[in-house]
């Protein structure tokens, strides 16, 4: 560490603020100050305190470090200081030096006690004496107290190094007997007082000088910002984990741009639409859409069959095939009451398209429609939609479910409703992650289904503006927030169990809803459409194999990101099985599997027993 590397801000309210360097000081404020005669008395203005002492002073700190940053009032300081402490790098020492006026604390006395007891001639003779800008101020010893209690509260960095520049010492005191300070502070020439020494090393200078400085006053200066530099340095791997703990909350904390969406933006985002919905601006344009007549063709078809591969469409297309899908529901009479036209039914795809996030790999708009597909075709197969393409006969001549009989026009288009919200403004990470960082979002959720709260929240806000027939209605709302909290995996085996007792029920009613109530029947019903999105969302391992071997890329690649964001951020892993091995097929496969068999496939297989034999989520097709 050379003296280039250490940072100096020397305050003096009878200086200038301005930086000085060797080859600028004869050019410096400081030094014109110095040749002209102070004749307007201030506050802080000392019989002896002409400009030529702070040039004086200037000269001896560059005579060993190369440039000064000096400044006028507290709040100048204050604000270098944490100006330099941004823009330095590796233990870049900072140090203070503060003008403490030798009879600062007589001057602070006698300036509280005269307006509390005015009297006509006090009241004029305060006026006189008071600079108009002083009270807003923080400077001397209280300025040394708060950043020395910065310091200690980690707020301002240990490289700061305050010290103590008494200034306007009597000459008569300054010309007795000097008083030395302890032997490690070998430096303190010219203090007279030892009980104020102590005061202000109480206070948090790490030393104390007077004006004039001297030569030997420099030199000790720099041994103290090589010492503290030293320190730090040495203490590299402690002064990480502070950063990481600050890390851990993200509150208020604006150093990780980065992850600034994950930090705040996804909760003041959505409070704003929920609670200043006016201030919504987005731009949302029909025109934007573009796809030829022959691929939105393509398109139509295939969201027709379970071989449908969301990867063989671009975002324009896949819009479209969700709009085939939605205007196929709403030709159903019993949906009059929610009907929309195309062009209205495009601005709300598109609305919604628009809340997925591009930079998320998996959980993004694609992901969205393969799940609606999954859906639809479920929906359709089990018969509470009609067949597909119009007009079409029926692929399942199968007798109904009793639980698929319970199913109506109304729940099947809350369910692809639901499907087309589930994962609105997915980050891209786990709830477990949001939860070990203490993020907003988890805050707000109170560590609950974090995600798939957000998710329902946000798209509320867009269905309220977009669709507001279905916003409105409450039976459907009800539902929607059902469907999409049950796409949470963490309540995965809890979704089991309530399905295993729906079984044995069914078994020992005959198979029949027969004599239950409407409210069990309700229940019961409520339960299945959040089984049903269920498998549509995990559905993606029981497409063909290409496909699903794609979705399972793509889903390691996200689980990947996580994995990196977790190794910066110094926290253990929030991924269930730990992060992917991106690169070993064996292992990826291994954990493929896993996943279906304690997972997807008692799932599948119960629900397809109890919706009906026609459900295709159980079907592997693949071979
Ligand atoms: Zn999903």
């Not at 009609?386 to 009989?405: D, E, K, R, V, W």
Request: glycine share 6%; net charge negative; aromatic share 8%.
């Amino acid at each position: 560490m050379d003296h280039g590397t250490c940072n100096v801000i020397y305050l003096d309210r009878r200086a200038d603020n301005e930086i000085v360097r060797r080859d600028n000081i004869s050019r410096s404020l400081a030094s014109r100050r110095a040749s002209a005669v102070s004749d307007t008395p201030g506050y802080f203005h000392f019989a002896k305190s002409d400009g030529g002492e702070i040039h004086g002073n200037l000269e001896t700190l560059l005579s060993i470090f190369q440039e000064i940053h000096v400044v006028n009032s507290g709040a100048a300081c204050l604000s270098k200081i944490s100006h330099l402490n941004e823009s330095s790098i590796d233990h870049k020492p900072t140090v203070v030096l503060i003008d403490v006026p030798y009879d600062e604390e007589q001057r602070w006395k006698r300036l509280s006690r005269e307006p509390r007891t005015p009297s006509p001639n006090a009241t004029r003779h305060v006026a006189a004496v008071i600079e108009p800008e002083m009270p807003g101020d923080i400077y001397g010893m209280h300025l040394l107290l708060h950043v020395s209690s910065e310091i200690q509260q980690h707020s301002l960095s240990r490289l700061i190094v305050p010290v103590v520049v008494v200034s306007g010492q009597d000459e008569r005191l300054a010309s007795l007997p000097v008083l030395q300070s302890p032997s490690v502070l070998g430096s303190q020439a010219g203090m007279t007082d030892t009980m104020r020494l102590i005061r202000y090393l109480d206070a948090g200078a790490v030393d104390v000088y007077s004006s004039p400085l001297h030569k030997d006053h420099v030199h000790s200066l720099a041994v103290h910002a090589y010492r503290v530099h030293k320190e730090v340095a040495k203490e590299e791997p402690q002064f990480l984990v502070n950063r990481r703990s600050r890390k851990m909350s993200w509150v208020g904390v604006n150093e990780q741009k980065p992850y600034a969406y994950l930090r705040e933006a996804m909760v003041s985002g959505l409070l704003q639409g929920i609670c200043n919905p006016e201030n919504v601006t987005d731009s949302i344009n029909p025109n934007d859409v573009n796809v030829t007549p022959a691929r939105q063709q393509i398109v139509a078809e295939a969201v027709g069959s379970w071989s449908f591969s969301a990867h063989d469409f671009n975002d324009d297309e896949l819009l479209l095939g969700a709009l085939a899908m939605l205007q196929h529901a709403l030709t159903m009479p019993e949906l009059q009451d929610w009907h929309m036209d195309s062009d209205e039914l495009l601005i709300f795809l598109l609305a919604s398209r628009t809340a997925y996030n591009e930079f998320v790999l998996y959980h993004n708009f694609r992901h969205v429609v393969d799940v609606l597909q999954a859906l639809f075709t479920f929906l359709v197969q089990i018969g509470t939609l009609p067949p597909y393409p119009p007009g079409s006969t029926p692929q399942s001549g199968l007798p109904h479910s009793a639980i698929g009989n319970l199913l109506k026009p109304f729940d099947a288009l809350t369910l692809l409703i639901s499907a087309i919200g589930h994962d609105v403004g997915h980050p891209g990470v786990n709830n477990a992650f949001l939860v070990a960082l203490n993020s907003p979002l988890a805050q707000l959720y109170n560590d609950r289904s974090v995600l798939e709260s957000f998710h329902c929240a946000a798209y509320s806000q867009i269905l309220r503006r977009y669709w507001p027939s279905v916003f409105a209605d409450i039976g459907m709302r009800k539902l929607m927030i059902n469907s999409i909290l049950a796409t949470d995996m963490g309540l995965h085996f809890k979704y089991m169990s309530d399905l295993g007792n729906l079984q044995d029920k069914l078994a020992h009613n005959n198979f029949t809803t027969d004599g239950w109530s409407v409210k069990v029947c309700e229940e019961y019903k409520d339960l299945a459409c959040g089984l049903l999105i269920k498998c549509a969302d995990i559905s993606n391992v029981a497409r063909r194999f290409h496909v699903a071997a794609q979705w399972a890329i793509i889903l390691t690649d996200e689980f990947s990101h996580q994995g990196m964001m977790e190794t910066e951020l110094g926290i253990p892993t929030c991924l269930f099985g730990g992060p992917p091995e991106r690169d070993n097929p064996i292992k990826m496969a291994q954990s493929q599997i896993g996943f279906m068999n304690i997972f997807a496939r008692p799932l599948f297989e119960a629900v397809t027993e109890s919706l009906g034999r026609s459900d295709r989520g159980a079907e592997r097709e693949d071979g």
